[in-house]
């Protein structure tokens, strides 16, 4: 059998065959009827492995970025995968019933490394850039290549014309990102990036606000009456069973508090939480806060003093020298301000589709609330007003005083605590000059045009030169994640632009196919390694082993092992290694830990363990603003002035600085910025009516797992359009339809439902892009909608805001 398996895997099936193939037979994966479906191997959970089936239980983890890290007890026959359970429950007195369970995605993880997608071997590009077509090669060829490419780049146009791209497809510690880090570090440095995709806009205007940026814990909603949160969708991004999704399930068991979510989508998250559901229009939360605000001091619902002594610019008493005397957030939100408009929650109810009567009510029920804990996720923030839409959620518990004390929170996003499992160190990179992380694209094409007054970037006040070599590394924003494909491939296909391009990949993504080289590594369920939890693993945190499930396939092999050797043709072998194998730097970081944690076990038995050990942070690295709250004097934050800068002078001064494009602001105080595109503009809502957000969906996690069939039968990729706009549309649900601007055209099922709000749309995002003979995405990659023009302040993804029509294809 387990020939045949072989046989079947190794026969280079291409994608469109495997997915027909697949719908023929009616099962998920056509690939053996001896390979059963993730969903039935749940089933067989309860059996355990033993010697008379011949099966043996290995332990690995997922590690993709949902922010939640997931052990997987694999189980294994003959060198194969045969089902992955979720690891046992730890029954002692600090965990109770807290098992960390996988998903619906790690669970079916051994569909991604039996996929016939996979990469086998090194390869070389043969045909045009982007055409997907190439030659098997030596490991031997690939590495000397990558190494003569290195120093020929190196020599032409010097170090900073080397870019290691974003990514986040596996969180490795010994291999991945890291090792490729230290080795481009080791041989002269790369060209930076700072933020993310995740958090550009939210990461950038916080330490304006606040300083340093986290929120509390959701375990303190356990001291909550009353709970609002801003575009945050636990239930269907953080889905671990050791994670915040959990950690706040418990916390409202024991508080009862009523919960608010204000989100274009009726999400999972409202249906497990019992939340009251306020639908809002994309890019308008920062009028909410400013209704809600109007209603606050109209009503004399807050102590002005209060806020005075935590806060600089509420009004004009505390506003710095410099500012204009009604440059106020007061003076904004009453009309007495620059705009002269007054932010009523009748204005507000006009942009954001929500009554006024409810505005003004929230308005009093947090008022009330004895502790109300206020959180947002990252959706309301990737957008191109991101920046003043986290900063106005943020004066909601400045202005009523719900921040520093038991059930609060500050209106920022709780990073979880990390266990401290050290990472291969990366040593220094020589290179300081970094660009936004989403402006890659324009310093491939405009490096000219990159400076720091007007691209953001940091540690150079310009470019030296564009980016001639790309390395990208368990990422598929080189085409799928980044916004406006079409731009992006004309970019990429032009070879004298961005000469060289690497790729290390388990599959043949829309990212793998623009590769020069492309060089297989193993999946996570092949790898030895050692992870700490994730940042969205809340007051919890672990460590776990993984342990090579099976024999890694083909030649695929571990990063830690590619850049030793590309070291090595450059003569820096030792010094890359250190004189450690990858398993020695895993066992070297273990020891690490225990010296601090006597109380565990030696590596030989740890290594084999899966979870070796869970700890649960403390109340008081549980809540935040504590000490600030009791004394601001004695524990000032870390902005400029130690307070909560509702004025920022810092924000003034940038302002003054850059030079921005026309329509763009960076205002001082949080206002609410009209965008380009969404339903305020008359114009453009002639040609494209709807706004278009874009979710973050149980399917996939982004464009990793999307090839795994099953898991589209669980959760397909559909747009969501309410009744109203589907009727207007003659559409039903379940349609094939096309939703198109000027960018693109995208083919896919509508899905009519309630669950979204009249007027907007709404895509999940990490389909791979997959174009017909007419430019059609039949791939339904919402990529080929979105722009690519960076928000003001942090130059960061705008990708939830876009303006489309959709009919019947
Ligand atoms: N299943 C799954 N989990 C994931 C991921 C995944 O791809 N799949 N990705 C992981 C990663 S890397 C990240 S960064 C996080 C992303 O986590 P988030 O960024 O929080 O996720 P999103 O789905 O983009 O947005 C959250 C919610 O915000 C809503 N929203 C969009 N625009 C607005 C707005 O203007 N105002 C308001 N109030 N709400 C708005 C969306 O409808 C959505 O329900 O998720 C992580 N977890
Ligand atoms: N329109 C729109 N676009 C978005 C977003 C959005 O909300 N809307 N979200 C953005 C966000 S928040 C993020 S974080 C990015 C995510 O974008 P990426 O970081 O590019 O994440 P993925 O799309 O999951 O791609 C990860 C790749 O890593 C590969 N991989 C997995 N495991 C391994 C491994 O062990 N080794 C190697 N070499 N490869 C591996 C997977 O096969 C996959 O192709 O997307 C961004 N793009
Ligand atoms: S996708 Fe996230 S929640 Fe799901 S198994 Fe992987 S780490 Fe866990
Ligand atoms: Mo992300």
Not at 48 to 77: M, Q
């Amino acid at each position: 059998m387990k020939n045949k398996i072989n046989e079947i895997l190794n026969k280079e099936i291409s994608r469109r065959e495997a997915m027909t193939t697949a719908a023929k037979i009616g099962s998920a994966v056509a690939l053996s009827n001896a390979i059963t479906l993730p969903f039935s191997s749940v089933a067989q959970a309860a059996t355990p492995a033993d010697a008379t089936t011949g099966e043996t239980v290995r332990h690995s983890a997922c590690l993709v970025n949902c922010g939640s890290r997931c052990p997987l007890k694999v189980i294994v026959k003959d060198d194969r995968i045969v089902r992955i359970e979720p690891e046992d429950a730890r029954d002692d007195a600090v965990f109770g019933e807290h098992q960390i369970r996988p998903c619906l995605r790690g669970r079916s993880s051994r569909w991604r490394v039996y996929s016939p997608d996979r990469i086998k071997y090194p390869m070389k590009r043969v045909g045009k850039r982007g055409e997907g077509k190439f030659k098997r090669i030596s490991w031997e060829e690939a590495t000397k290549f990558i190494a003569d490419e290195l120093t020929r780049i190196t020599e032409k146009y010097g170090r900073e014309a080397i870019y290691y791209h974003y990514q986040s497809g596996a969180y490795y510690h010994t291999q991945g990102t890291p090792a490729w880090k230290r080795l481009l570090n080791i041989s002269g440095g790369y060209l930076n990036y700072h933020n993310t995709y995740s958090t550009a806009q939210i990461a950038t205007a916080t330490p304006y606000t606040h300083g340093k940026y986290a929120g509390s814990h959701f375990t303190e909603i356990a001291h909550s009456d009353l709970v609002v949160f801003f575009g945050l969708n636990l239930s269907e991004t953080r889905m671990s069973g050791g994670g915040q999704v959990e950690e706040i399930r418990r916390a409202l068991e024991t508080s009862n508090a009523k919960v608010v979510i204000i989100d274009p989508r009726y999400t999972d998250s409202v249906i497990a939480e019992h939340a009251e559901w306020l639908p809002i229009r994309p890019t308008t939360d920062a009028a909410l806060v400013a209704g809600i605000a109007w209603t606050l001091i109209s009503e004399n619902l807050i102590d002005e003093a209060e806020i005075n002594k935590y806060c600089v610019g509420y009004d004009s008493t505390t506003l710095p020298p410099q500012a204009a005397p009604n440059a106020s957030y007061k003076d904004y939100i009453l009309g007495t301000g620059p705009d002269g408009i007054a932010k009523t929650p009748e204005w507000a109810a006009a942009i954001t589709g929500l009554p006024a009567v409810r505005i003004k009510q929230l308005a009093r029920e947090i008022a009330g609330a004895k502790a109300c804990y206020i959180c947002q996720g990252w959706g309301p923030q990737r957008h191109a007003n991101g920046e003043q839409t986290v900063r106005a959620i943020q004066m909601l518990p400045a202005l009523t005083g719900h921040f520093g004390l038991p059930g609060t929170n500050n209106g920022n996003w709780p990073y979880g605590t990390p266990y401290g499992v050290p990472l291969l160190p990366t040593e220094t990179n020589p290179i300081t000059t970094s660009i936004p992380c989403y402006l890659w694209t324009d310093a491939i094409l405009n490096p000219e045009k990159m400076t720091a007054t007007t691209m953001g970037v940091k540690g150079a006040d310009k470019l030296k030169t564009g980016i001639k070599l790309i390395v990208n590394q368990a990422g598929n924003a080189l085409i799928n994640q980044h916004g406006n494909i079409k731009r992006t491939r004309e970019i990429l296909a032009d070879e004298t632009l961005c000469e060289t391009i690497i790729v290390i990949e388990n599959h043949m993504t829309p990212s793998a196919k623009f590769a020069d080289i492309l060089l297989p590594e193993t999946s996570y369920l092949e790898a030895d390694d050692l992870v700490d939890s994730s940042y969205a693993a809340g007051s919890h945190n672990y460590m776990i082993a993984l342990q090579k499930t099976i024999t890694p396939m083909w030649e695929v092999r571990s990063t830690y092992d590619i850049c030793a050797d590309i070291a090595g043709h450059l003569g820096l072998r030792e010094k890359f290694t250190g004189g450690r194998t990858q398993a020695e730097w895993a066992e070297f970081h273990y020891q690490q830990i225990k010296e601090k944690r006597p109380y565990l076990p030696e590596w030989d038995v740890a290594k084999t363990k899966g979870v070796i050990d869970q700890q649960v942070a403390t109340n008081k690295q549980s809540l935040v603003f504590a000490d600030f709250r009791a004394d601001p004097v004695a524990s000032p934050l870390t902005t400029p002035s130690g307070k909560i800068e509702i004025y920022s002078q810092a924000l003034a001064d940038l302002a003054q600085k850059w030079t921005l494009p026309e329509g763009d602001r960076i205002p001082a105080v949080p206002e609410f910025c009209v965008v380009k595109e969404s339903h305020l503009n008359k114009t453009l809502t002639e040609k494209y009516p709807l706004q278009l957000s874009g979710f973050h969906t149980k399917g996939h996690t982004h464009s990793t797992y999307t090839n795994i069939l099953a898991l589209h039968e669980a959760v397909p990729d559909e747009v969501w359009i309410n009744p109203i706009d589907a009727r207007a549309r003659q559409l039903e649900n379940g349609d094939l339809v096309r939703v198109f601007n000027d960018r693109g055209v995208v083919e896919i099922p509508c899905k009519v439902t309630n669950r979204i709000i009249p007027g907007v749309a709404a895509m999940p995002q990490g389909a791979w892009t997959r174009l017909d003979n007419d430019g059609v995405d039949v791939g339904r990659c919402i990529n080929s909608l979105t722009s690519h023009l960076p928000s003001p302040l942090a130059k960061g993804n705008p990708q939830h805001t876009n303006l489309v029509e959709i009919k019947r294809a």
